[in-house]
């Protein structure tokens, strides 16, 4: 099982940035997936960015240019650089783990583990 802790959210203008944290504690060695969903209230988590553990980074349409995920193995860390954030961007974002194969699918139910969520605001 793989702990996940969130951080770096907060409320920005729109056209700004942020980057979001996922420090990975636990059996990290067995995941083949990690990425990040959003949920906006009254909506369903969404997919947005996914990193398998060859490093192929995988994006929704509507993140990509804008948004980038990485991860340093050393520190166990997911990071999500969300830069020209937009209205329709706020939510609570989530870090989410697969164990097994290197695949990043964007069904949340398919994913192992999760973090408790950072908030992310923009104002307009």
């Known amino acids: 099982q793989v702990q996940l802790v969130e951080s770096g959210g907060g409320s920005v203008q729109a056209g700004g940035s942020l980057r979001l944290s996922c420090a990975a504690s636990?059996?990290?060695?067995?995941?083949?997936?990690m990425g990040w969903f959003r949920q906006a209230p009254g909506k369903e988590r969404e997919w947005v960015a996914g990193?398998?553990?060859?490093?192929?980074?995988y994006y929704t349409d509507s993140v990509k240019g804008r948004f980038t995920i990485s991860q340093d193995n050393a520190k166990n860390t997911l990071y999500l650089q969300m830069n020209s954030l937009k209205p329709e961007d706020p939510a609570m974002y989530y870090c989410?783990?697969?164990?097994?194969?290197?695949?990043?699918?964007?069904?949340?139910?398919?994913?192992?583990?999760w973090g408790q969520g950072t908030q992310v605001t923009v104002s307009s």
């Open positions: 990193i398998n553990l060859f490093g192929a980074a």
């Open positions: 636990g059996y990290t060695s067995s995941w083949g997936c």
């Open positions: 989410a783990a697969r164990v097994g194969a290197a695949w990043c699918p964007p069904n949340p139910g398919l994913y192992n583990s």
